[in-house]
């Protein structure tokens, strides 16, 4: 079953729900990880997890501190190398892959704590975001031909148009570096956006942000999904914004998936509850 | 000609080579982040590969002993030195950019540069070991008929040329998408891999471009100094060049040929005027030690240089051109400033102060 | 002369280079350790030292061994001064590694060059006695090199002693395995880095006068000079373990010093730099590995 599958269509519209995703086909689903593992030292961080992200959904992720969540998404984003295991991002095995090439296939993340490329502006920040610049090459993008110039236009529109969904257009010609918090993790997901990805890991997105804005937030990331047909996997410690936001929610636990299904099913589930110490 | 013009214009030709050099460098430092503390090994490739090449063969019996000597023109013995060095760039870059991260790829590049030094030294045969070479073949000499005078202003005219090209050739860069993606690999590698960029592919060709630059100056230097041997390109001469860079701005062009102005060239003639006690190399300590205070302060209070790196804004221009397409926002998914300004102070701002291009704290 | 008979007699040497080499070693994989970024200005502590025990040995006229004494409190203070005023208020922002180093080299330039300044560029020598060589098996020592080789033994057991048993050493064990944790822990980092400034600083003295008497005369860059030997070992032994560096300065300094029974003696030092460069390359995080950090 390693062998690559034709890229289906994104679906739009309505996604799954269910608690079982192993009896779905598989241009269904978008990722699918199989038994990965990565030890440091001794510790297994990682022991043996396997999960599936259904494609257009907005999954969750979560579990205790410690379960490996973080581990798991560097394994898959590839900034860190899986001892062993498979994962399967659109049937083809990312597991070795160089994070750069991995985002170029279209799986890009944001990060926990913010980062952002300080000394350039937010305008630039997102321009250099999109994976296809033919100016990127040193020829090309040294000789200025016309094709260049007209896709830098192209995604100074974009670039612009996203800033005035987030609000952050007035800020496009300041320091990405001068950006309160708040601005950051707008900048960020409006950066991974620009990307044009299929799946879109946030590590995060909700903590530390005041309700208010965290509830925007989410209706932004119904939208993207909604509308653009991204495929969300969120690692989040607020069961609330778990519950709002997620069509499935996967749970990891001392380094391996413990259950995947609907909020409601997991809060029946006595392992889940287990594993929290009563808390969800 | 009169001996004060002659002084200016030794001043004005090293000012041009070094800012052919300082902009070179910038592009592996002030794009990229590199640290490369080999550069002067690259200048000393670039001239030597040069110098050789137009050189007549080596006579031993007179006691120098080189190899080559090929008595090329000028265009295509430039061109190979530049190449030269930027082959040994190359080399370097594929053995060591992607292994480590940037202050230990430092200390390789020391290394390799020492490694260098003293293979030139003691293998004789190769550049005529520590007493090096000299009597090159001038440019286009008695292509124009020039007497000695004439021709000095000549080739100052041939590295201000140079210098032109150099310069407009790491603008352009800049301003492309391969410059920004050069600048996003600065900022933060983690986040250039997630967008997508082959950090390595990009480091190494800034670092290989750097070098090409390196020796075309390079071999401009040994040609204008006639006599060029390993003392000539000790680390510390990228040290200078490398102050140079940063007290005069890195990431900037202008800022780059203005530190290879200042540093090197004012330097080296305000210390003409000290009062000479001690041997010459009395005098060389104190420029070095003002090199070490200048260092440490430009990084304490202007780490950008004297000419900070030009912020990009969207044109009124560009904006006005784009501006009937832009939508408004869509609904329901408006994030209002009151949104924003209340977290402000949640999330910890990560690294240094901001700062804007002026250096002021914001 | 068999060539066995040489190549003991090169390793003799080796042994008394890795024994300076050592105490260097040790000081400087210490202060990385704990701060975590590369000092360019080590070697010229060790020049420091050196011409503190100069001035002590021939301008005061006093015995070299009173100069070596001073010269280790001398260093370690000036170390710990250049932290104080210069290298904190970086730090103290949270400044990276790589602008540390650049500070570091201004450090250097100016403190290499302020001795150059004062002392001339001319080769300068102690007074003192060396003993004549005596034959130990196969090898050629005088009493003074066996007295750098205990000096060094000594000071490895001292270190180890203040490592393993003091509640320093072990806190700052703790700051260089995990900065973060040692920091939670409650231990006052800020006294542990003062603490390691001080002892890279009295090592690094003690290493620049030993070398000192083992090349009978020196200029201002003789440390400079030693330096990326100094790394070379620090880096084939692990940056931040001390015994590794202890191990990978025998190893540099016996395959420096029996370098020349196969190639020319002038290439001594590209021996050393060519260790630092395999060793980068291939096994950044050295013989033992404690933090892979490269």
């Known amino acids: 079953m390693s062998s690559e599958t034709p890229m289906s269509q994104p679906s739009t519209g309505t996604t799954a729900r269910g608690a079982t995703v192993t009896a779905q086909p598989a241009n269904k689903i978008i990722l699918d990880t199989r038994n990965m593992m990565k030890s440091f030292g001794g510790l297994r961080a990682v022991d043996d997890c396997s999960f599936t992200v259904a494609r257009g959904s907005i999954t969750g992720l979560i579990g205790p501190n410690g379960a490996g969540k973080s581990t798991a998404a560097n394994m898959i984003t590839g900034f860190i190398r899986a001892d062993s295991g498979n994962i399967m991002f659109d049937g083809k095995d990312i597991a070795r892959m160089p994070v750069h090439t991995i985002a170029r296939r279209g799986l890009t993340r944001t990060f926990q704590i913010t980062r952002e490329l300080e000394r350039m502006t937010v305008t630039e920040n997102l321009m250099a975001a999109p994976h296809d610049q033919l100016g990127e090459s040193f020829w090309l993008g040294l000789l200025d031909l016309p094709a260049v110039r007209r896709q830098e236009d192209e995604f100074l529109q974009r670039a612009l148009q996203l800033l005035q969904d987030f609000d952050l257009y007035h800020l496009r010609d300041e320091y990405a570096g001068n950006l309160s918090g708040g601005q950051r993790r707008l900048l960020e997901l409006a950066r991974v956006v620009m990307t044009k990805p299929k799946l879109l890991l946030l590590d995060e997105p909700f903590a530390g942000i005041n309700p208010v804005l965290a509830s925007r937030l989410s209706d932004y990331i119904k939208v993207l999904c909604r509308e653009k047909g991204i495929t969300f996997l969120i690692i989040e410690h607020n069961l609330a914004m778990v519950e709002r936001l997620c069509h499935t929610v996967i749970v990891m636990a001392l380094g391996r998936t413990i259950a995947e299904g609907t909020m409601a099913e997991l809060r029946q589930n006595p392992a889940v509850v287990d594993a929290y110490l009563g808390e969800g | ?362 | 002369m068999t060539l066995l008979h040489n190549l003991l007699l090169y390793f003799g040497f080796g042994i008394i280079t890795a024994s300076i080499l050592s105490i260097a070693a040790v000081g400087l994989s210490l202060q990385f350790g704990i701060t975590n970024y590369i000092n360019f200005a080590y070697g010229d502590l060790l020049t420091f030292g050196v011409y503190t025990a100069f001035v002590v040995n021939q301008k005061m006229g006093l015995n070299i061994w009173i100069g070596l004494v001073v010269a280790v409190i001398l260093t370690a203070v000036l170390a710990w001064l250049i932290n104080l005023f210069i290298l904190r208020p970086f730090t103290d922002r949270g400044t990276s590694p790589i602008i540390m180093l650049v500070v570091t080299l201004g450090i250097s330039l100016i403190l290499q060059n302020v001795i150059l300044a004062v002392f001339s560029e001319q080769f300068q020598n102690y007074t003192m006695n060396t003993g004549s060589p005596l034959s130990i098996g196969p090898f050629l020592f005088t009493p003074l090199q066996l007295g750098i080789i205990g000096l060094a033994v000594a000071t490895m057991l001292a270190v180890h002693v203040l490592l393993r048993y003091t509640r320093l050493g072990k806190a700052m064990r703790a700051v260089s395995d995990s900065p973060e944790l040692a920091r939670v822990s409650g231990i006052n980092t800020r006294l542990i880095v003062n603490a390691v400034w001080l002892m890279a600083g009295g090592l690094a003295g003690l290493s620049g006068v030993v070398l000192a008497f083992n090349v009978a005369s020196f200029t201002p860059t003789v440390g400079f000079g030693f330096l990326f030997v100094i790394f070379a070992a620090v880096i084939l032994g692990g940056i931040g373990s001390p015994y590794g560096a202890i191990a990978g300065a025998l190893v540099v300094g016996v395959a420096t010093e029996m370098s020349p029974a196969f190639i020319s003696s002038e290439y001594k030092d590209a021996v050393a730099f060519a260790i630092l460069i395999i060793a980068l390359l291939i096994r950044p995080q050295g013989i033992f590995a404690s933090r892979g950090r490269a």
């Open chain 2, 1 to 362: 000609m009169p001996t004060i013009v002659f002084y200016l214009l030794t001043l004005a030709v090293f000012g041009a080579i070094y800012g052919t050099l300082a902009m070179g460098l910038n592009i592996q430092w002030g794009y990229t982040g590199i640290l490369d503390f080999m550069y002067i090994a690259f200048v000393a490739l670039g001239g030597y590969v040069t110098s050789l090449l137009m050189l007549p063969p080596s006579q031993p019996a007179l006691g120098e002993t080189y190899v080559l000597g090929l008595n090329w023109p000028f265009i295509p013995a430039i061109i190979v030195g530049g190449l030269a060095a930027a082959l040994l760039a190359l080399i370097v870059g594929l053995l060591a950019l992607n292994r480590l991260r940037s202050d230990y790829f430092a200390i390789v590049t020391v290394a390799a540069s020492l490694v260098l030094y003293t293979i030139a030294g003691n293998d004789t045969p190769l550049v005529n070991g520590w007493d090096g070479i000299s009597g090159i073949p001038q440019p286009f000499q008695g292509a124009f008929n020039l007497d000695a005078n004439g021709y000095g202003f000549f080739f100052f005219g041939l590295c201000l040329v140079i210098l032109l090209i150099v310069y407009i050739f790491s603008e352009r860069l800049y301003r492309s998408p391969f410059g920004r993606a050069l600048r996003s690999v600065r900022e933060d590698e983690m986040v250039a891999q997630g967008l997508g960029k082959n950090v390595f592919s990009l480091r190494l060709k800034a670092f290989v471009i750097g070098a090409f630059i390196a020796g075309i100056g390079g071999s401009l230097l040994v040609i204008y100094v006639d006599a060029f041997n390993p003392s000539a390109w000790t680390t510390g001469e990228t040290f200078f060049l490398w102050a140079a860079l940063l007290l005069g701005g890195s990431a900037n062009n202008r800022g780059a040929m203005l530190g290879a102005l200042i540093v090197p060239v004012l330097f080296a003639e305000i210390t003409r005027f000290l009062p000479t006690f001690g041997s010459p190399q009395v005098v060389d300590a104190f420029r070095y030690i003002a090199i070490g205070v200048l260092l440490i302060l430009t990084v304490r209070f202007r780490p950008q240089g004297i000419i900070a790196e030009k912020r990009f804004r969207v044109r009124k221009s560009k904006l006005q051109k784009l501006q009937p397409a832009l939508a408004g926002a869509s609904p329901g998914v408006h994030i209002t400033d009151a949104d924003l300004e209340d977290d402000a102070g949640i999330l910890p701002a990560r690294g240094t102060p901001a700062q804007d291009e002026e250096g002021r704290t914001l």
